[in-house]
């Protein structure tokens, strides 16, 4: 069974450009989440993708997107970088469940660490 | 709005001593509530969950909806405890994190 990967590890972005986190879910999983952690802080929910489909959403803004495709990788768009887009954001995957994704596990991967200068 | 507040950033016990970590969250319906451990170097992982009603490694977490509690408690802390522990709520698709309480159980 393969665990959740996240490329690249590190990446360094100037204000103003676009940045493409990559996520490969862990072997039959078909819901991604991404979050951004901050330095000192617990990770917020960003978005979830099910079956290449948005499934919920967190409070950021539009310039914040996403994809996921058939095989249930998944990629997070971040247009416009500000100095605040500085995080850790976190890809996880969980299994389908019910349904009702609340009661899923959630396996996240290691994290992509995003400078914006 | 869903929100978790875990009030304790840092905490810190001596081996054999009980522990607990606190969480209230914010929520009107009936929410899923989550423990996520993260040790050192590796990644965050779930610890339990309410809908399991389980004991791992030796945490068990009960929760009040009277008090919107889902403290995370041990009868008998050991040094591999040491970590950071987040409580997590989960609703639709929808996940929120508290901050994190880093725990140090001193030998």
């Known amino acids: 069974e393969t665990g959740v990967t996240q490329s690249p590890t590190h990446l360094i972005k100037t204000r103003g450009q676009q940045v493409t986190l990559r996520c490969s879910s862990q072997?039959?999983?078909?819901?991604v989440s991404w979050y951004q952690q901050a330095l000192g802080q617990g990770p917020q929910f960003i978005f979830q993708?099910?079956?290449?489909?948005?499934?919920g959403r967190g409070n950021f803004p539009p310039r914040f997107s996403g994809l996921q495709f058939p095989n249930y990788s998944s990629e997070l768009n971040v247009n416009a970088l500000e100095l605040d887009d500085s995080a850790l954001y976190l890809c996880?995957?969980?299994?389908?469940?019910?349904?009702?994704?609340?009661?899923?596990?959630?396996?996240f991967g290691p994290g992509t660490r995003l400078t914006v200068l | 709005a869903q929100r978790v507040t875990q009030p304790e950033k840092l905490l810190s016990v001596f081996k054999g001593a009980p522990v607990e970590l606190k969480c209230n969250y914010s929520y009107s319906g009936s929410p899923e509530l989550f423990w996520y451990v993260q040790y050192s170097r590796q990644r965050l992982q779930l610890l339990l969950r309410h809908i399991s009603r389980e004991s791992i490694k030796g945490f068990t977490a009960d929760l009040n909806k009277g008090e919107t509690s889902f403290h995370l408690k041990k009868p008998f802390a050991q040094e591999e405890d040491s970590a950071m522990y987040y409580c997590a709520l989960s609703n639709a698709g929808k996940s929120t994190f508290g901050d994190g309480t880093t725990l140090t159980v001193k030998p």
């Open positions: 993708y099910y079956r290449e489909e948005e499934n």
């Open positions: 996880a995957s969980s299994g389908q469940g019910t349904g009702d994704f609340s009661y899923n596990e959630q396996f």
């Open positions: 072997s039959g999983h078909n819901t």
